[in-house]
């Protein structure tokens, strides 16, 4: 990677799956403040770096929290989120998923 910026470099070599993989399996425990943690934290790197795939990914995976927390309202809105960052990242079967999920919280 020569051309790549320093950044860029250094998020390559610890990459952000993992913090979202993480708010995954905090989720999947009960842990959900830590995972909302994780979460918030994975989704401001992706945005900043315009990756929409991974954005549209942990938006949906918080939704997902939401709903296992009972709360519908912000489960709604994440799905709707992240249909809208999986377009951007043209990934039309995810959005409609996503748009799916969204339609069930209402």
């Known amino acids: 990677m020569p051309d790549t ?4 470099a ?4 610890q990459p ?8 995954s399996a905090l989720r999947k425990k009960g ?5 909302v943690e994780a979460y918030a934290k994975a989704l401001e790197v992706y945005q900043e ?10 938006l949906y995976n918080l939704a ?4 296992d927390a009972g709360r519908s309202p912000e489960a709604h809105t994440c799905f709707l989120q992240s249909a809208d960052a ?3 990242a043209n990934a039309p079967t995810e959005a409609a998923q996503a748009r799916a999920r969204a339609a069930e919280q209402q």
């Open 16 to 23: 952000l799956e993992y913090t979202a993989e993480r708010g």
């Open 64 to 67: 997902l929290l939401h709903g």
């Open 31 to 35: 842990r959900m403040a830590e995972a």
């Open 86 to 88: 999986f377009t951007r």
């Open 5 to 8: 910026p320093p950044t860029v």
């Open 10 to 13: 250094v998020l390559t070599a």
């Open 49 to 58: 770096f315009e990756d929409w795939y991974w954005t549209g990914k942990v």
